[in-house]
């Protein structure tokens, strides 16, 4: 029998040889063991030490015995030390790369970039490349990554060549060269790298130093989703479900949303329950899509968690809870979500119960700033009318006014009518009914019932505006419909006396009613009149007194003067001279006419009050004033809790 070799030998012992190619013949047909028996007997031989320690790193299983050749980092860290040392640059590269992760070993970036290094001198491609990603961590080594980087990307390297392409679109510290990046992740891409066929996308889209081509950024979305890319899956069915670069196709976008939904983001478990939710690409299951929202919610989605709070909170297609909503809500406002700010700064604004959201204008103040500097446009708005009104903070009318024209400009329709009415009424601002008709046109196109009053009414005192009637009532109308009072009241007016209509009672008391209902004063005292002239309805003293009482309990001195009326005449009431002049002198203080007019009757008269020639004079002078009522304040409009 003949004699083995012994650790003397080396590359250039035939009969190593033999069986170190032996050895490696096995190898490649996956019969690891005998490979194994073959290659323990040629150490001498740099490779042997690298397959041998691939093998220990990587596990197998043998083709011809099926045993599983376990992974084993010590065995294998040897067998790379043993090649190392001899001079292998793989295993100077498989070195390196064990003591930049720590497997099998501690962890020790001064002797990985030391092997690294070796097999760099060697001209390793793979080493080139794992030492280009150590150096881009170290912003001083930049220049050296680069180096790296273009060492192997010019050998055709796949990762050098996304990471190169990478610095020369992100990198501020080397020259930005678009064109060259391009060509790289273009080389990567057909090698199927799944980042630079991302990155391809991108530039596809955004046009960036190419010609913009949608076409081209879907294709290589495509690819990247079709080849188990999470986020080109979500990007995929982003695409088809908003419909802005295709055409919409919700069954494109459930498709991809499903796919990328296996991985468990929250992100298409989002969209998903939208969907669902909405009826879009599907028939409508409310079951499903809040089962998806939980998940999401789950998984922390801020959108999801304000979601579900908004539908516990409205409580139609589940049973309202609104300690689970705020809890949801709060939750998504930690997350960074902006409506989660608006939401429970609402929340602490209108006062709800229990700790999470009391009633507390601090709270609703720094939440709304705080959706307000990330750009939501409702929280400027309610930010706005905090300085307006001086709630919790000092009033500051010019500051309510820069940030009543920041939210115009981003669209919000109640900072148009807000900022309207000011330049509408000239309180605070230069009157301009050019610039409030701009402004509540504006908002009116967004459905704004408020601005849709204000409008009414430039048509009906033709202020900037042709006086046209019957577009007044137009908007009034539209007004009225989405439950606007002072609309209401309005057209009410307009029915009563037949102004630009058929004067007609029924629509007149309809109207009133609605408006009076919801505490419109001017309505409450039209429908007192009603019942007491019997317009419509029955004479009815009773009814009369109710609504003209609730009237005055709001200060309108028509209402006032109506009810002291009653008392001075014995309708409804016993007769009552004393409390008649005291509604009286009221409705004449706060300048009602009538008031002003009767009170000087009956101190001139002596009528129920000892004659006083003085006072009646007064009076009568004072009815003889052509006094304007006070303006109101401006309408400042505040957000309704659906507000998108």
Not at 150 to 155: G, N
Not at 570 to 596: H, P, R, T, V
Request: overall charge negative; charged content about 25%; some cysteine.
């Amino acid at each position: 029998m003949a004699s083995s070799c012994d650790s003397r030998c080396d590359e250039h012992c035939e009969r190593c040889n033999v069986t170190y190619k032996t050895g490696v013949g096995l190898y490649e047909q996956k019969r690891y063991q005998r490979a194994i028996n073959h290659l323990k007997k040629t150490q001498n031989i740099p490779m042997s030490n690298y397959i041998m320690g691939i093998i220990n790193y990587k596990g197998c299983i043998d083709n011809e015995t099926k045993v599983i050749i376990e992974s084993n980092y010590e065995t294998a860290f040897k067998y790379f030390k043993n090649g190392a040392e001899q001079g292998e640059p793989k295993s100077q590269y498989m070195l390196g790369s064990m003591y930049y992760i720590g497997d099998g070993i501690k962890k020790n970036i001064k002797k990985s970039i030391k092997w690294l290094t070796r097999s760099v001198d060697q001209d390793n491609t793979d080493a080139q490349t794992k030492l280009g990603e150590i150096y881009l961590l170290d912003k001083d080594e930049i220049k050296l990554a680069y180096k790296m980087f273009k060492k192997a990307s010019e050998k055709q390297d796949t990762i050098a060549q996304y990471n190169l392409a990478t610095m020369y679109l992100t990198e501020s510290r080397i020259e930005n060269n678009y064109k060259e990046a391009f060509h790289l992740f273009k080389l990567a891409a057909n090698k199927e790298h799944i980042n630079s066929m991302v990155n391809l996308g991108i530039m596809y889209f955004k046009g960036i130093d190419i010609k913009q081509n949608f076409e081209e950024a879907i294709k290589w979305y495509s690819k990247a989703a079709e080849l188990n890319d999470r986020e080109s899956q979500f990007m995929m069915g982003n695409i088809y479900y908003n419909g802005s670069i295709v055409e919409l196709d919700y069954t494109q976008a459930l498709y991809w949303f499903e796919l990328e939904s296996k991985h468990e983001d929250s992100k298409s478990l989002y969209k998903l329950a939208l969907m669902y939710l909405n009826g879009q690409g599907v028939e409508i299951n409310n079951i499903k899509g809040i089962d998806y929202l939980q998940q999401a919610s789950d998984k922390r989605d801020a959108n999801a968690l304000n979601d579900l709070g908004e539908i516990y909170l409205e409580g139609k297609i589940i049973e309202k809870d609104v300690d689970l909503s705020i809890e949801y809500i709060k939750l998504g406002s930690i997350l960074g979500n902006i409506k989660s700010h608006y939401n429970l700064a609402s929340f602490h604004y209108r006062g709800c119960k229990g700790e999470n959201a009391a009633y507390n204008l601090k709270e609703a103040f720094r939440l709304y700033k705080l959706g307000a500097d990330k750009g939501d446009i409702n929280s400027l708005n309610n930010l706005a009318s905090f300085y307006y009104k001086g709630e919790h903070v000092e009033k500051n009318v010019d500051e309510a006014i820069r940030l009543y024209k920041i939210a115009v400009e981003k669209g919000n329709q109640h900072s148009q009518n807000s900022l309207g009415a000011m330049y509408y009424i000239g309180k605070y601002i230069e009157q301009d009914y050019k610039e409030a008709n701009r402004l509540f046109q504006l908002s009116a196109d967004q459905g704004n019932e408020n601005a849709m009053y204000y409008l009414g009414m430039m048509y009906m005192n033709g202020l900037d505006v042709v006086k046209n009637d019957a577009e007044a009532i137009r908007l009034f109308t539209l007004s009225a419909e989405k439950n606007n009072i002072h609309s209401q009241s309005m057209l009410g007016d307009f029915y009563l006396h037949g102004y630009g209509v058929i004067q007609n009672y029924e629509t007149a008391f309809k109207w009133f009613k609605r408006a009076a209902e919801q505490g419109n004063a001017d309505a409450q005292n039209n429908l007192g009149a009603m019942y007491y002239n019997g317009k419509y309805v029955s004479q009815n003293y009773t009814e009369s007194i109710k609504w003209y009482k609730k009237a005055t309990e709001q200060k309108l001195p028509s209402a006032i003067y109506n009810l002291a009326t009653m008392y001075l005449n014995g309708e409804g009431f016993k007769l009552n001279i004393k409390k008649a002049l005291s509604l009286i002198i009221s409705a004449a203080e706060l300048n009602n006419k009538d008031a002003q007019f009767k009170l000087s009757e009956m101190y001139l008269n002596g009528e129920g009050i000892e004659k006083d020639y003085e006072e009646g004079t007064k009076w009568f002078a004072r009815y003889n004033v052509n006094e304007e009522d006070d303006i109101l304040d401006a309408n400042v409009d505040e957000n309704e809790e659906d507000d998108e």
